[in-house]
């Protein structure tokens, strides 16, 4: 390990002071409204489903509870994409489509069919890698290594086991240097390892600000995130699943449609033994890995890595993941991670963690004994297996070599511990770059991504989705797409501002939701005929402007996790931005952000409804910008009974503009989980225009917040 040791202890040292150095810091985090109610209703469901498991006492009463939660699994991912090979059926256990002799670079092992492409070959003296690309859906290629001996100790016809490696969230995608570390490893253990870039990564990363079009990969660029550079893995991910998310999807299960993909590609390999196929992979591998291992028959052992525990855990120290790893109504269907361990029962299992990484090890003991009663239960308990390194976060020499021996233990190969590996002269990035020749595309192959088929499919979106509509409709429509909770009939109660106009209440159980109350009027108790309500805040200026236009008073208020109720930034340390990860906690959850903040502002309608003196008042929402969007909302369920007018500025001009952008620069919570295939922002427009007395658009941003002209017919 003489090349990445240094790397490997500073990132150890750095991982146990946290577990010291981080605590007076989340007790203080969690201080705040809206971390308190994610805090509280993350508590809520893990009752409930230990509650549910506590019942869960004998053999016939396991494998209904396994069944359940391998079906409600299959709900969460939804339907994976049509692939190239057919996809879809991630359960079939069939091999995928025969190879066929390819044009390829390579030396004659290497092969081609409808579906995949050896576009050249390595030598390395006793193994040699396959630069394969494997199209996982029409016109999309998976870039991936295929790592097999060069002589096999049985002879030529021996089938060898067999490892899909699933990458985690490094810029170099299946290049980082410990999965070809393990790769190289596996393979001169006796295995073939096959591992790819997933969408984002390697091969295929997105282009940030500033890259210009037709610039590869690698071009003086260091991956990182930035102007001129390429977008992080998660940045990535999360920019595609919200564009997915407009439309219906999210971006697991396109991943999951790629997982599936390279394992037909796998096993249809003829070095490989179908009957020995494992699937590892270390945190964002190690989610996806586990994932495989509950959806997939065809994986017949699995061993993910730094990646489970309970989830709540996870929640209270870091917040929610990233985009595939936030499954929608996850939550609120009553999985957890170790349900994905149960699903895979009786498989053999392996849990590999690492004591000071920031998945909380309290939670993986949890998480443990969990699956471990779940398997005991369906008699199989020696099959599942737990170890637990004295390291940090990563897929290190010794979790790798945990990993392997377990393999080998379950598919019967001797374990060999003095493999000759040269860490010095590991495969390169650039080596293992399968669009590396003819200009960066592999020859005959027309590539295209993720970001174009989206693109494509919102250009291809009808210009108007549905049928004229009443009022009523858009309501029951958009509530519906908006994801609120109906918890019957709410009392709200009357505003009582302090001395100095500050006001709160409670939107719903554990929301408190603060803001100020300026009144012009001689008294308090003086009707005030019109109010402005400021969803998100207004300068003095505005504030001076609505005072001379006759309003009688402003009721400013913030919804959950904006403005001055926004959360810290460092309350996930580094991790994600909170904004992103409190969408997808709520998006677990089975509910939307932009759903929550909707609730905030009708309860402050019916609040200020029921404070003495409003009862009659004319009420104008106001919103800018991502409030705007709030604003619109709110003004469309009011259905004009409780509202008079509505004011925004800095309205985005329509959702299919942004889904079709190759940038944007608003955030995350205005995302609304299938909007674009029943309703866009003109649609709403033209409902209001017929129910309230004045709908005012004051100006219209494009996807990147700069001046635009309003879509015809807005």
Not at 251 to 272: K, S, W
Not at 463 to 489: M, V, Y
Not at 528 to 537: D, E, K, P, V
Not at 640 to 651: E, F, K
Request: charged share 25%.
């Amino acid at each position: 390990m003489r090349n990445y040791s240094l790397q490997e202890e500073q990132a150890n040292r750095r991982r146990e002071l946290s577990y010291i150095e981080d605590y007076p810091d989340i007790e203080r985090f969690h201080k705040h409204p809206f971390r308190r109610y994610l805090d509280q209703r993350n508590t809520e469901y893990l009752v409930k489903r230990k509650t549910a498991l506590r019942q869960v006492n004998d053999k016939a009463a396991a494998f209904a509870y396994q069944a359940r939660i391998r079906e409600v699994f299959r709900a969460s991912v939804g339907p994976l994409p049509a692939g190239a090979d057919g996809g879809g059926s991630g359960n079939s256990g069939g091999k995928g489509s025969d190879q066929g002799n390819g044009d390829s670079s390579s030396n004659g092992s290497g092969s081609a069919s409808a579906s995949a492409y050896v576009t050249g070959t390595l030598d390395f003296g006793s193994y040699l890698i396959d630069k394969v690309c494997i199209e996982t859906m029409p016109g999309i290629y998976a870039t991936g290594s295929f790592y097999y001996p060069k002589e096999r100790s049985g002879g030529e016809g021996e089938l060898l086991p067999a490892l899909l490696l699933l990458c985690g969230h490094s810029n170099e995608g299946k290049a980082h240097v410990t999965y070809v570390s393990f790769c190289v490893e596996a393979v001169m253990t006796g295995f073939c390892v096959l591992t790819f870039d997933p969408v984002g990564q390697g091969e295929r990363r997105v282009r940030g600000a500033g890259v210009e079009e037709g610039k590869e990969v690698g071009e003086d660029d260091e991956g990182s995130e930035g102007s001129g550079s390429w977008l992080d893995p998660v940045a990535a991910h999360c920019f595609l699943d919200q564009k997915l998310s407009l439309l219906g999807e999210h971006l697991g299960a396109y991943m999951m449609q790629e997982n599936v993909a390279a394992l037909t590609y796998l096993l249809a390999r003829p070095e490989v033994d179908a009957a020995r196929v494992g699937v590892t992979g270390n945190s964002g591998g190690g989610t996806m890995s586990a994932y495989m291992g509950a959806y997939d028959d065809r994986v017949k052992a699995v061993a993910p890595c730094c990646y489970i525990t309970e989830l709540r855990s996870m929640l209270y120290r870091l917040m929610a993941q990233d985009a595939e790893q936030c499954l929608p109504g996850f939550m609120a269907r009553g999985l957890d991670h170790s349900d994905l361990v149960t699903a895979a029962a009786p498989k053999p299992y392996h849990i590999g963690a690492a004591m000071f990484d920031f998945f909380p090890i309290d939670g993986v003991r949890d998480a443990f004994i969990e699956a471990k009663k779940l398997y005991r239960l369906l008699d199989a308990e020696e099959q599942l297996e737990l170890h637990v390194v004295m390291k940090g976060h990563g897929f290190w020499q010794e979790m790798r070599e945990q990993v392997l021996r377990f393999f080998c233990r379950t598919f019967g190969v001797e374990w060999c511990s003095g493999k000759a590996v040269d860490y010095d002269r590991l495969p390169s990035e650039i080596e293992l770059c399968c669009f590396a020749a003819n200009g960066g595309k592999a020859a005959g192959l027309a590539c295209g991504s993720l970001l174009d088929v989206i693109q494509e499919r919102v250009r291809s979106l009808p210009a108007k989705q549905q049928p004229e509509q009443n009022g009523a409709e858009i309501r029951e429509q958009l509530s519906g797409l908006l994801q609120l909770r109906h918890d019957g009939e709410r009392n709200y109660s009357p505003l009582e501002p302090d001395r100095n106009g500050g006001i709160s209440f409670e939107s719903e159980d554990g929301m408190i939701i603060t803001g100020i109350f300026h009144r012009w009027s001689s008294s308090e108790a003086d009707d005030s005929r019109r109010i402005w309500l400021a969803i998100g805040g207004m300068k003095e200026a505005e504030l001076e402007r609505a005072r001379c236009s006759g309003y009688d008073a402003v009721l400013i208020i913030h919804p959950r996790g904006t403005g001055p109720a926004a959360m810290e930034p460092g309350c996930t340390f580094g991790m994600f931005e909170p904004e992103l990860a409190s969408g997808y906690n709520a998006r677990m959850l089975g509910q939307s952000l932009q759903g929550m903040r909707v609730t905030d502002a009708l309860a402050a309608i019916d609040c200020l409804k029921q404070t003495p003196g409003c009862e009659q008042a004319e009420v104008t929402l106001y919103g800018q910008e991502e409030h705007a969007l709030t604003a619109l909302y709110a003004a469309v369920l009011s259905g004009g009974s409780s509202i008079h007018s509505l004011h925004v500025a800095g309205l985005l001009t329509s959702f299919r503009a942004f889904a079709e952008a190759d940038q944007h620069q608003y955030d995350a919570g205005i995302i609304v989980p299938g909007l674009l295939l029943a309703l866009d922002i003109p649609d709403l427009l033209q409902t209001l225009q017929s129910e309230l007395r004045v709908v005012t658009v004051e100006s219209w941003f494009d996807p990147m917040k700069r001046l635009a002209e309003p879509l015809r017919g807005s």
